[in-house]
């Protein structure tokens, strides 16, 4: 068995949100694929793992529905173990940016957002605006430990739910007058995010059309993207070829690493960027255990 896994997002108002879940959920289970699938007034977003036929098969039946029909999938090379199980749930929002009310849907997806990109685009607008353009990661910090586009702009976001407010704190005031472009894993939290910079004065707004992924595929290691991408999977990061940049730093021996070790603290879901060794030592992140000096044990 070929396994992938199969990733799409489609902003679109749903009447019925449990019903498409129900649905979704029995098409999944007939077809035996796991994953994760968020269901929401404003759409779908799912991360689907498994045989590539199966993936076909559920591809082909959820575009026979009419709000779906346009779907634009991505794939990537999985293990056919991805996901443990399925997981299809009904939320207030695809993204939680925490503000419902400011999404607003066109008959093509979110209102307002910044102009899509492809990754020829991007390099195009790379080479005409040189140093005046700049990347924003539209990711958590933690998920641009291991990988960014070069020189981009990394906020203090822990959550998604945190960037309303890095917005608005007056930190990246300075870009509002610069063409900025917001990259994501697969490109739907920069459907929101980039419109919410539209809304708070950014002027000059870009994001990457299928996010890092679709990039990747197009430019593997050999574009402007530097080391790994962090997915919600057991495959945890993604590479693009077999040169691929470790720019990730165990935070107690600067070992370069690319994992990210969950704190094994009781109660605690914090996470460290720890070699193997380190990690094996103790993965208790830096809230409960002092960091220690590069090279001590």
């Not at 990347?135 to 070069?150: C, I, K, T, Y």
Request: proline share 4%; hydrophobic share 35%; aromatic share 8%.
């Amino acid at each position: 068995m070929i396994a992938k896994v199969l990733s799409f997002y489609r902003f679109t108002e749903l009447a019925d949100p449990a019903a498409v879940r129900l649905w979704q959920r029995e098409l999944c289970r007939r077809l035996g694929i796991n994953g994760r699938i968020i269901v929401s007034s404003q759409g779908i977003n799912a991360t689907l793992g498994g045989g590539v036929d199966q993936l076909k098969q559920y591809l082909k039946a959820t575009r026979e529905h009419e709000a779906f029909a346009g779907l634009a999938p991505t794939w990537t090379d999985g293990t056919g173990h991805d996901f443990p199980r399925l997981s299809v749930k009904v939320r207030p929002e695809l993204v939680t940016f925490g503000v419902p009310e400011e999404v607003a849907l066109a008959e093509d997806g979110v209102a307002g957002t910044g102009r899509h990109l492809t990754p020829d685009q991007v390099h195009r607008l790379v080479a005409e605006r040189g140093d005046e353009m700049v990347f924003l990661d539209g990711r958590n910090a933690w998920e641009a430990e291991v990988g960014r586009f070069s020189g981009a702009v990394v906020t203090g976001a822990e959550t998604t739910a945190d960037f309303v407010a890095e917005l608005e704190s007056g930190a990246y005031d300075e870009l509002k007058d610069r063409p900025v472009v917001t990259y994501c894993t697969g490109g739907i939290r920069c459907e929101v995010l980039s419109a919410l910079m539209v809304n708070r004065g950014f002027g000059e707004v870009y994001q990457i059309a299928g996010g890092i992924l679709a990039y990747g595929q197009q430019y593997g290691d050999d574009g402007l993207w530097q080391g790994a991408v962090r997915v919600f999977d057991d495959r945890e990061i993604v590479t693009f070829s077999d040169h691929a940049e470790v720019i990730g730093r165990c935070r107690r021996c600067d070992a370069p690493t690319s994992r990210h070790t969950d704190c094994t603290a009781p109660g605690c879901k914090g996470r460290s960027l720890l070699c193997a060794g380190c990690a094996e030592q103790d993965a208790r992140c830096p809230a409960h255990q002092e960091d220690r000096p590069p090279g001590q044990d």
